[in-house]
């Protein structure tokens, strides 16, 4: 909904005339749907910088939300939004302290009474109620980028990669493993084992409810994407519920070791360093 030019001076005076009362009513009007969760200093200054914006926004003509006009106004707009969103507020109670000003300009307004108030109440209503779809948008799309950051960040501390001593590493798994988190595991677990040079490396599955078909195959492409970094995996965790689902689901691990328990899969690797290190030849003193 847009303003004509003499729609916006008129709106623009109406501010700028009674520009104290208000700010003081629409921070009053605002401040019951907060709860107290905002101090009154910091929403009075969201208010004054919107009031100022529209006040702005009046004065260049035509009043569009969408003009390069209003640009100013739409940035303070979204920086309310993205604040709110950030400080744990609704979308709700982040639009109503827009939408209080309709109430401040019916107030100013019935005083004056007229034909021609009532319909420029109406005009700026439509204006305001604008305001407030735009200011949910942008909170919507800011409380989306909040949710998709926590997410990575859950599926990150979920995929740990441990150094257990020098030249093992372990990858504990628990909960579903998905596409997306059996990828972020094979990406840490190739890179630690590059930044570690270790040779052996145990997933270990005890923290896994249930191995279905698909599990099977992201541990599987896991295992062989490590085998192409010169580490061996063993598979830990099977436990007797587990190991019937495997069989059944006729799912083959070919020579990857496997063992029950992670305490028998670090045995394991201890026997295989032991036997790689009695191979070496023994090192010549200068």
Not at 37 to 48: C, F, G, M, T
Not at 68 to 74: D, N, P, T, V, Y
Not at 206 to 213: F, K, N
Request: proline content about 2%; glycine content about 8%; some cysteine.
């Amino acid at each position: 909904m847009a303003l004509n030019a003499e729609e916006s001076g008129r709106l623009a005076g109406l501010l700028s005339e009674h520009a104290e009362r208000v700010t003081q009513r629409w921070t009053e009007i605002a401040t019951g749907s907060l709860r107290g969760r905002l101090s009154q200093a910091e929403l009075r200054r969201q208010v004054q910088e919107l009031h100022r914006s529209m006040v702005e926004a009046g004065r260049n003509g035509v009043f569009d939300l969408e003009s390069e006009s209003a640009g100013e106004l739409r940035a303070v707009l979204a920086e309310l939004s993205r604040g709110r969103a950030r400080q744990g507020f609704t979308a709700t109670e982040t639009a109503v302290s827009v939408y209080a000003v309709k109430d401040v300009l019916l107030e100013l307004m019935e005083a004056d009474g007229g034909d021609a108030s009532l319909r420029d109440y109406v005009a700026f209503s439509s204006l305001v109620d604008q305001m407030g779809l735009f200011t949910f948008e942008s909170f919507v799309r800011t409380r989306e980028g909040l949710i998709a950051d926590q997410a990575e960040q859950l599926l990150e501390l979920s995929t740990p990669v441990v150094k257990i001593w020098e030249g093992v590493v372990a990858v504990p798994l628990v909960g579903t493993l998905d596409s997306a988190r059996a990828q972020v595991v094979m990406e840490r677990l190739l890179q630690t084992l590059v930044d570690t040079g270790s040779p052996y490396a145990i997933i270990d599955i005890t923290g896994v409810p249930a191995v279905d078909t698909q599990v099977a195959q992201h541990i599987l492409k896991t295992v062989v994407a490590a085998r192409l970094m010169g580490a061996d995996c063993i598979i830990s965790g099977i436990r007797p519920q587990i190991a019937q689902t495997i069989v059944a689901l006729g799912i083959e691990f070919g020579d990857i070791a496997t063992k029950a328990s992670l305490a028998d899969a670090l045995r394991h690797v201890l026997r295989l360093s032991g036997a790689a290190n009695a191979r070496r030849p023994p090192r010549r003193e200068s």
